[in-house]
């Protein structure tokens, strides 16, 4: 199995999303609040300014609260699920490693909200016969079910529905159109 | 219990609409110069009314798209007969033409004309001059051995283009000596993605007119197929956010839902008996072949494994249905006999074949080759196993065979938009239906209707 590696991706690649992520402002609950505070702070001094009628001489700026790991990686996992596609190899179901992260936003979504619903579409390119490829993205939306109930979601909370080559993104019946055809998606 | 047993007669995404939106007119791309030469001769109307149509033209144009014949220009006919008997047999040698049509229409009553016809065997005519005389019980008779085929009928106006068609039957039944497929329709799905309703299912006559819409739907729709009276549609819809399977009157209107599994419910296919669908179904886990009695919704799996299995599609016989199975690797035609349930594979040549089908004689297997990455359209010869690729154009799919076995119409990429062809079964011949708008895909030829 793929998982012992894709865990370990997960242990190097979150910590250093942590420190990626502590440079960039945000706009998270927390750090608003923050915010907030500071701004009031700022108005009464330019207050102050106004009144004395003197030029500023005193500047004031904020810190931001640190973040825990766990807000971070909620405002990472708010942003992944965003995207709600997952592209595939031809005649595969496979799903690519680049996609762990993004199904392990939608699962945690899912596993905090077990009323939630998502409806898994597959679809193929317009190669093959429409029969053959009604089941191909069967067998694509089943890969991504599978995946998301190893991470915890329940099944009932997931419906499939295979559309084959019915419904294309790209009509051009390029190689590029055919890869943006090759697709799961995660509708809510 | 019967969960799946809901008689729904949905109006919903019925629509009866005008005919010809996007008409198909066939444009024939290969293989007209080695047809047989043949002269149909305009009609003469001996009357006043307005004719619907040309007589002729229709005759003229089914037996060239047939494949076989190549019909001369008016202008390269050294005479134009009304009957037998004003055939000057000499000037037609060197026109190479082995039979010629004439005929004459007049008034009968109103709206109603008498139509006149003879098929000529210029050949036997050209040895006999017209007039034979042979003994018969012992006396001295004529006889007019030259002419094959000779009908008077009373037709009205609106009947034109229908007995355009029966006479094109008559005349390739007279010459080639199996039936004509002239009087049969095509149902196909259409789609414009910018439509409120992008999917159709439509049908029209095989020749692309008379074309109705009968069902508009916002989701897919695939998958038509006739029974064998020629009065319903199997279909697969998706207007429910699900795959379902469908029976739909063609005449009434009348829809029943016959499948809503959990999963795919796809690929229904009439069996020859009209008793029952042959389908896909993944309920059970993955894509697997079923049988579904028609009368009591009775369900029998024909096959039991773990790759996929799909495109079920009857031997002419009843016995045994062909289908694409991918438990060999590469998806391959396999069939499986019913009574015994034993699967035999058919096919071993290119990296994969698909959407299978038996012609009416038994003798062929039509298929969707993969070679080096190109689907097309291919046969291979049952007994011998001589492997034939017959079409050139570019991600052919959904063969579907002519009544009569003589021609196969399929969906293929023209430009940039998806088309229906047509190809004749010894590959020679090759014709396109371009649509004026949109995608057209998914073709199934009827039964014989007359």
Redesign the interface.
Same mark, same amino acid.
């Given at each position: 199995m793929q998982f012992s590696a894709i865990t370990k991706g997960l242990l190097i690649a979150i910590p250093a999303l942590v420190l990626t992520a502590c440079g960039a402002t945000s706009d998270s609950s927390a750090g608003k609040s923050q915010t907030t505070n500071a701004e009031a702070e700022q108005a009464q001094t330019e207050g102050m300014d106004t009144q004395t009628g003197t030029v500023d001489t005193v500047q004031v700026d904020t810190l931001e609260v640190a973040k825990t790991p766990e807000e971070i990686q909620q405002e990472k996992y708010d942003t992944l699920r965003q995207q709600q596609t997952v592209y595939f190899d031809y005649d595969t179901a496979s799903v690519d490693g680049e996609y762990m992260e993004l199904l392990q936003a939608h699962a945690d979504y899912l596993t905090k909200n077990p009323a939630a619903k998502v409806?898994i579409e597959g679809h193929c390119d =317009?190669?093959?016969?429409? =029969?053959?490829n009604?089941?191909?993205g =069967?067998?694509r939306a089943k890969a991504i079910v599978q995946y998301l109930q190893s991470l915890g979601v329940s099944a009932s909370q997931m419906t499939?529905? #295979?559309?084959?080559e =019915?419904?294309p993104i790209d009509? #051009?019946?390029t190689d590029a159109g055919f890869s943006k055809n090759r697709r799961a998606v995660l509708v809510y | 219990m019967n969960r799946i047993g809901l008689v729904i007669l949905s109006i919903v995404c019925l629509v009866w609409t005008q005919p010809t939106l996007a008409k198909l007119e066939i444009v024939i791309t290969e293989g007209v110069n080695t047809a047989r030469p043949i002269a149909i001769v305009p009609f003469k109307y001996n009357g006043t009314a307005t004719l619907p149509l040309n007589l002729a033209e229709i005759v003229a144009a089914d037996l060239m798209r047939s494949g076989k014949f190549n019909p001369i220009k008016q202008e390269d006919m050294p005479q134009l007969p009304q009957t037998d008997g004003e055939v000057d047999y000499s000037s037609w040698v060197s026109t190479g033409v082995e039979a010629i049509l004439v005929g004459t229409i007049e008034d009968d009553t109103l709206d109603r004309f008498t139509v006149n016809f003879e098929l000529i065997d210029v050949l036997r005519g050209q040895i006999t001059g017209g007039k034979v005389q042979a003994l018969k019980d012992g006396r001295l008779i004529e006889t007019k051995d030259h002419i094959m085929f000779e009908r008077k009928v009373i037709i009205a106006t609106s009947q034109f283009r229908f007995y355009g068609h029966r006479i094109s039957d008559i005349v390739y039944e007279q010459l080639t000596g199996e039936r004509g497929a002239f009087l049969t329709k095509v149902a196909y799905i259409t789609i414009e993605?910018e439509d409120l309703y992008p999917?159709k299912l439509v049908v029209a006559d095989y020749d692309g007119a008379n074309e109705i819409e009968l069902v508009k739907s916002p989701e897919?729709l695939?998958?038509p197929s006739w029974s064998p009276d020629g009065k319903k549609l199997a279909y697969v819809t998706?207007e429910n956010? %699900?795959?379902q399977v469908y029976v739909q009157d063609i005449y009434t209107g009348k829809r029943e839902l016959v499948t809503s599994y959990e $999963? *795919?419910n $796809?690929?229904p296919k009439w069996s020859p008996d009209g008793q029952s669908l042959a389908m896909?179904l993944?309920k059970d886990g993955?894509?697997e072949l079923y049988l579904l009695q028609l009368s009591n919704k009775t369900l029998t799996r024909l096959t039991n494994h773990r790759a *996929?299995d799909?495109?079920p599609s009857w031997a002419p016989d009843g016995k045994s249905i062909v289908f694409?199975s991918e438990r060999g690797g590469n998806?391959q035609l396999y069939s499986v006999n019913l009574a015994t349930k034993r699967v035999k594979r058919l096919t071993f040549d290119g990296d994969m074949n698909? $959407?299978g089908s038996i012609t009416p004689d038994g003798k062929h297997l039509v298929m969707?080759n %993969?070679t080096r990455g190109n689907?097309h359209i291919a046969k291979t010869e049952l007994e011998s196993g001589n492997f034939q690729v017959l079409t050139k154009t570019?991600?052919d799919?959904?063969p579907s065979v002519a009544p009569n076995g003589s021609m196969i119409i399929y969906s293929t990429?023209h430009g940039?938009g998806?088309v229906l062809a047509l190809v004749s079964i010894d590959g020679r011949f090759k014709a396109r239906l371009p649509a004026s708008k949109g995608q057209v895909?998914?073709p199934a030829w009827s039964p014989f209707l007359n």
């Open positions: 409806m =317009e190669r093959g016969t429409p =029969e053959y009604i089941a191909l =069967e067998r499939t529905v #295979s559309y084959g =019915e419904k009509l #051009s019946r | 993605y999917y897919p695939m998958s998706f956010n %699900r795959s $999963g *795919i $796809g690929a896909v993944s993955n894509p *996929i799909t495109e694409s998806a698909l $959407g969707v %993969r689907y570019r991600l799919e959904s990429m940039s998806q895909k998914s």
